[in-house]
């Protein structure tokens, strides 16, 4: 029996006990709002009442419990925004560990496996993040996360890298490139590479570790060379009446700066330095495709790009073809060409993955003077493997 008003003043230690009670608060107190209660604190049942004020049959039976109803309220919108205290809330994944995906499954029969790993948008050894906030994932970092769980698996037989990037950082390329060398050392698994879109420059770099080159038909490839962009404001400050005072230790200290031009001595500085992050990318591709001579390798590696089929006339590419013919000759080079093999991916586990072209990576950054916001490596003067035709 639900408690009368009459009851409900006489009987304080009945309005205490009910008061008090989580059960009879939401189901009996509430008998009208049981959802709304719920819906609003679920976790809450004494703060709901606290912050309604309602007494049962759904009307407040007192001022003072409207008051301070009221003024509970204001506590906690004061606490979370017009305070000095705040809430920030960062929103992360619920699990970031590396689930496992099946994309292509040949036959319910087959164990063997042949992981799918990507390699997307620009390469740097650091966390990006997006117009909101979030940071995503470090490229280097989730690479070899990625390379680690097919190496442990026993039935991964063979690793197909599915490239579209225009490259990166030179110590993020190399360090990824590195990191193929050393699977492929430790496993002994075949490493194929299936270029899309783009797989230049530093995509290129990290391709030169596998095994086996596959471009796409429509891939555009190359562009092997180094490069470091030092944007100069120094004459848009003249003109603008602007100045900076600078306290260094060396001549040289503050070489590359955007704020005063670059002499003769700070360029010979940074060739220096270009050129002997070039001779490694020689080096590398001289590694991997040993049928090109080193004078054949230099006169290939002045910048340019090329089509696939340009690629594959000059050596750097070992074949057309698409990425199911990657799959195939992964299969081949592992010893299960003609069998049935399942093709996994590695994501986290709130990604979807339905087949194997899923979350191929958004399109290759592109470069031009109407971005509003540069990339992170134009406001320093880095070193990178990477096309940009905007800059």
Known sequence: MLPTADMWHSRPRLRERVWSSRLRLRVKVWPSRPRSCAKA???????????????????????????????????????????????LITPVPSDRSLAETVVLRESIWTGKKIALIEVSGVLRNARGSSLIGVEGANPVSEFKERLDKAARDDAVKAVVLRINTPGGSVTASDMMHDEVRRFRGRTGKPVITCMMDLATSGGYYLACATDRIIAHPT??????????????????????????????????????????????????????????MYARFLDVVAAGRTQLTREQIRELADGRVYTATEAKQKGLVDELGTLSDAIAAAKSACGLEGRSVLVVQYAQSVDYRPNIYARSGEAPAQFNVFNVQLPDWLSDPTPMYIWAPGL
């Open 41 to 87: 604190w679920p976790s809450r049942p004494r703060l709901c009442a606290f912050a309604g004020g309602i007494a049962p049959g759904g009307r407040a039976r007192h001022a003072g419990q409207r008051t301070l109803s009221a003024a509970a309220l204001l506590v906690c919108v004061n606490l979370t925004g017009c305070a000095p205290w705040s809430l």
């Open 219 to 276: 891939s555009v490839t190359g562009s092997i060379g180094v490069i470091m962009i030092a944007p100069d404001l120094s004459g848009t400050m003249g003109k603008i009446g602007l100045r900076t005072n600078v306290i260094k230790s060396g001549a040289l200290k503050d070489s590359g700066s955007p704020f005063r031009e670059m002499n003769d001595q700070d360029r010979a500085v940074f060739q220096s330095m270009i050129d002997g």
